[in-house]
C-alpha cells in the first residue's frame, strides 16, 4: 500500500484470499489510497460466498486464477486501462450458472432504489439502513421487495450479483 501512495501503480492484482491478510480489505484499501489504481481481483476458491464477497468490493476486473488464460489476462489489463468493469469468461459463466440474466435489464430502479441497492450491496441490514436514510424499516423492506421484483431475484445475494454485473454500483 505505501509503494502505491507513494507512486500509484496502473494495475494492481489482488488474491482475495492472501495469507496474513484480507484481499478483500485490501481492495478496499487500495481503493481509498489510490484511487486512480485500477484493481483487479483474483481467486482460485470458485465458492459462491467467495465470488460475492470478492463482487461486493467492486473490482475493476476479476479473474479465477486457473480458469484465466493468458489471452484472458491480457483482455482484463486492456479492459479496466480502458475504464470498463472486466469479469473472466468463467466468473461470467458462473454468474449466469448463479442466476444472472442479461434480459433482466429491461426495466429502471429510481434514484432512491439505486440508494438503497448501493447500501444493501455493502452488505448493511434494513435497520441500518433506515437509520442512515431516515426512513422507517418497513419502507425499506418494501423498497427491497421491490427491487427483487424489478430484477427477478430471489435475494439480496441475487441482487448484488445482478447489480454487479449490470453496472448498477
Known amino acids: 500500500?505505501?509503494?502505491?501512495?507513494?507512486?500509484?501503480?496502473?494495475?494492481?492484482?489482488?488474491?482475495?484470499?492472501?495469507?496474513g491478510t484480507d484481499g478483500i480489505e485490501l481492495i478496499q484499501i487500495m481503493r481509498k489510497e489510490s484511487p486512480v489504481t485500477k484493481l483487479v481481483s483474483m481467486t482460485s476458491?470458485?465458492?459462491n460466498d467467495t465470488i460475492l464477497a470478492m463482487l461486493q468490493a467492486?473490482?475493476?476486473?476479476?479473474?479465477?486464477k486457473g480458469r484465466a488464460n493468458a489471452e484472458d489476462l491480457k483482455i482484463c489489463i486492456d479492459t479496466v486501462l480502458a475504464g470498463k468493469k472486466y469479469?473472466?469468461?468463467?466468473?461470467?459463466?458462473?454468474?449466469?450458472?448463479?442466476?444472472?440474466?442479461?434480459?433482466?435489464?429491461?426495466?429502471?430502479?429510481?434514484?432512491r432504489e439505486l440508494e438503497l441497492l448501493k447500501l444493501l450491496c455493502k452488505g448493511l441490514s434494513s435497520k441500518e439502513i433506515a437509520g442512515m436514510l431516515n426512513?422507517?424499516?418497513?419502507?425499506?423492506?418494501a423498497y427491497r421487495k421491490q427491487m427483487l421484483q424489478k430484477a427477478k431475484c430471489k435475494n439480496v445475494a441475487e441482487l448484488t450479483a445482478f447489480a454487479l454485473s449490470n453496472g448498477l454500483i
Open 45 to 47: 476458491f470458485a465458492q
Open 87 to 111: 469479469r473472466c469468461p468463467a466468473m461470467q459463466q458462473m454468474l449466469n450458472e448463479f442466476g444472472y440474466d442479461p434480459t433482466k435489464t429491461m426495466f429502471k430502479f429510481s434514484t
Open 135 to 141: 426512513l422507517s424499516q418497513l419502507t425499506v423492506d
Open 58 to 64: 467492486t473490482p475493476d476486473g476479476v479473474l479465477l
Open 1 to 19: 500500500i505505501g509503494s502505491a501512495r507513494r507512486r500509484p501503480f496502473a494495475v494492481a492484482f489482488i488474491d482475495v484470499r492472501l495469507p
